[in-house]
């Protein structure tokens, strides 16, 4: 038998693989209507799924061809922690930086809260400053 924590992780895991197959609007359908995301330097959460689907879609832009690579993953109740890698060729404009067709990768480390079926709720640590070092500019003369 299945428990719901067993059961949340397999959905985490088909998220991430929707994710890094493209396809949002699947991702999208597995978020509650209600979503939020805590993000790192924001006070608040930011409500709803389009919010979630404009920043990955940022992604997506940037690194097309992202690799998502769940290295840990742990639950209970409702909620379960991944440490996610992530990989890909900065091919597009990410903040404020145009595409430089270096090799990226970062990890993150990301809570999720499932209300039954759907992630009603997630938390997001990814290493902001790792990934900026690599997409920015070589300094001039180098």
């Known amino acids: 038998m299945t ?19 493209g396809e949002l609007g699947a991702c999208v359908g597995m978020l509650a209507e209600d979503f939020l995301a805590n993000v790192p330097g924001l006070p608040d959460p930011l409500h709803g799924r389009e919010v979630w689907r404009q920043g990955a879609r940022a992604m997506l832009e940037a690194f097309p061809d992202l690799k ?60 902001m400053i790792g990934l900026m070092g690599q997409t920015a500019p070589a300094p001039a003369g180098r």
């Open 3 to 21: 428990t719901t924590t067993e059961r949340n992780m397999v959905l985490l895991r088909a998220a991430y693989r929707q994710l890094e197959s």
């Open 68 to 127: 998502i690579d769940v290295q840990d993953m742990f639950g209970t109740a409702d909620k379960v922690t991944a440490l996610v890698s992530f990989r890909g060729t900065h091919q597009g404009a990410f903040q404020q930086f145009e595409a430089t067709g270096r090799q990226v990768a970062y990890r993150s480390i990301e809570v999720y809260r499932f209300e039954g079926d759907r992630i009603a709720e997630e938390w997001v640590a990814p290493d």
